[in-house]
Antibody, heavy 120, light 108 residues
Framework: EVQLLESGGGLVQRGGSLRLSCAASGFTFENFGMNWVRQAPGKGLEWVSVMSGSGGATYYADSVKGRFTISRDNSKNTLYLQMDSLRAEDTAVYYCAKSPTFIAAHLDSWGQGTLVTVSS | EVVLTQFPATLSLSPGERATLSCRAS??????LAWYQQKPGQAPRLLIY???NRATGIPARFSGSGSGTDFTLTISSLEPEDFAVYYC??????????FGGGTKVEIK
């Protein structure tokens, strides 16, 4: 059974930094693209970033480009999201989600999410 | 960027009724559309991928159709656990992957 467990969320001041983690189990981690998707309170879903299975390719939404960095450690089956220069509009639940392919596609498994609150 | 528009925003129905949800893309996305269900306080769950393929473990009452720019998610007979918010998502032209704004299916 695929399991994704996010951690690292919390309250941070505007302009601050936070690193999220997503521990994966139940599948061969290095074979699949992994994504971050966020959801602001009471709002819809917004894709944030994806990293290919090997880690060789990364893509970002324009809203976070240059501020967020996705990475992964395939030896630890863990995905990360380094978030810098945080803004109030980054406040959201952040989900990690697995692609069924090497890079982005639909998202076939999701974690339970971790809440990031940026105070102004 | 491909913009997905979902309608209606809210659908008020009774258990046992048929639900028809729509998703329209701003440009052709072939069949590269997925549908998700999200209940309050929970993560989204994949229902349908590539327009018409049910994900693992999804009941047969959920079906998807469409191609190009117009897509439909149909729930043939609503069960109490189906009242939730539904999102569509495209993977044809990315980045970015984009989602629709959601349709809330509520109990009438």
């Amino acid at each position: 059974e695929v399991q994704l467990l996010e951690s690292g969320g919390g309250l941070v001041q505007r302009g601050g930094s936070l690193r999220l983690s997503c521990a994966a189990s139940g599948f061969t981690f290095e074979n699949f693209g992994m994504n971050w998707v966020r959801q602001a309170p009471g709002k819809g879903l917004e894709w944030v970033s994806v990293m290919s299975g090997s880690g060789g390719a990364t893509y970002y939404a324009d809203s976070v480009k240059g501020r967020f960095t996705i990475s992964r450690d395939n030896s630890k089956n863990t995905l990360y999201l380094q978030m810098d220069s945080l803004r109030a509009e980054d406040t959201a639940v952040y989900y990690c989600a697995k692609s069924p392919t090497f890079i982005a596609a639909h998202l076939d498994s999701w974690g339970q999410g971790t809440l990031v609150t940026v105070s102004s | 960027e491909v913009v997905l528009t979902q309608f209606p925003a809210t659908l008020s129905l009774s258990p046992g009724e048929r639900a028809t949800l729509s998703c329209r893309a701003s440009q052709s996305i072939s069949s590269y559309l997925a549908w998700y269900q999200q209940k309050p306080g929970q993560a989204p769950r994949l229902l349908i991928y590539d327009a018409s393929n049910r994900a693992t473990g999804i009941p047969a009452r959920f079906s998807g159709s469409g191609s190009g720019t117009d897509f439909t998610l149909t729930i043939s007979s609503l069960e109490p656990e189906d009242f939730a918010v539904y999102y569509c998502q495209q993977r044809s032209n990315w980045p970015p992957l984009t989602f629709g704004g959601g349709t809330k299916v509520e109990i009438k």
